[in-house]
Nanobody, 114 residues
Framework: QVQLVESGGGLVQPGGSLRLSCAAS????????MGWYRQAPGKQRELVAS???????NYAASVKGRFTISRDNAKITGYLQMNSLKPEDTAVYYC????????WGQGTQVTVSS
């Protein structure tokens, strides 16, 4: 069983930064993909960013150039550095890990507001 524990959400002003972390424990397999989805009220969940264990990244067009995903394979931990945050980035962010199946974190609230 794999568990994902997220941290790093919160309230930030427009233009500010936050860093999300997602630590995996349990029987993870390699290769795998870690990433984040987000869901705003009344909207569908959307992919924000992902990164394979081999280092290949993928970003939503809306965050490209502002968000950076990285990971520490030894610690099986992913990071999402979010810069130049906008009010429309407000959502619950869910990390995930996909290997033989998809595992989800508990979600963390990110609120961008003045």
């Amino acid at each position: 069983q794999v568990q994902l524990v997220e941290s790093g959400g919160g309230l930030v002003q427009p233009g500010g930064s936050l860093r999300l972390s997602c630590a995996a424990s349990g029987s993870t397999f390699s290769p795998n993909t870690m990433g984040w989805y987000r869901q705003a009220p009344g909207k569908q969940r959307e992919l924000v960013a992902s990164m394979t264990s081999g280092g290949r990244t993928n970003y939503a067009a809306s965050v490209k150039g502002r968000f950076t995903i990285s990971r520490d394979n030894a610690k099986i931990t992913g990071y999402l550095q979010m810069n130049s945050l906008k009010p429309e980035d407000t959502a619950v962010y869910y990390c995930y890990l996909f290997s033989t199946q998809t595992y989800w974190g508990q979600g963390t609230q990110v609120t961008v507001s003045s």
